[in-house]
């Protein structure tokens, strides 16, 4: 039982509309959120990947000169350390520009929703 949109100024922002007798069901399509990063933030995140590739790179490297175990858990310990400062980085930078700041309360909540989630997945 679809049917146009009436132009009422409330549906404005609605991306589609069903109506059942008198009732309204309303539906909008929630756009994934993307982030634009200052110049100096993304840098700043750029660098720390390339040194945790270039830690990952001579893990590699270790590894295929047979060193000794101990010496290659110490690096790999060292990339988990770093990774771990990346994405507490990233999750303080998402709280603070992207939550803090969503242009209304149920894009925050949604966004909020989502951050648990992944961080749950974080801590396992």
Do not use: N, W
């Not at 700043?44 to 893990?59: F, Y």
């Not at 590894?63 to 290659?72: A, Q």
């Amino acid at each position: 039982m679809d049917r146009k949109i009436p132009p009422y100024p409330f549906l404005a922002s609605v991306d589609f509309a069903v109506f059942y007798g008198a009732a309204i069901v309303v539906f909008f399509a929630m756009k994934k959120h993307t982030h634009v990063h200052p110049p100096a933030e993304k840098r700043a995140l750029q660098i720390r990947l390339r040194k945790i590739a270039g830690q990952i790179g001579a893990i590699e490297r270790m590894v295929e000169e047979d060193r000794d175990c101990t010496d290659v858990l110490t690096q790999v310990v060292s990339v988990r350390k770093a990774l771990k400062s990346f994405a507490e980085v990233v999750i303080r930078q998402h709280t603070k520009d992207c939550i803090e700041h969503a242009s209304d309360p149920r894009e925050s909540q949604k966004m909020l929703r989502e951050l648990l989630t992944v961080l749950e997945r974080y801590v396992e």
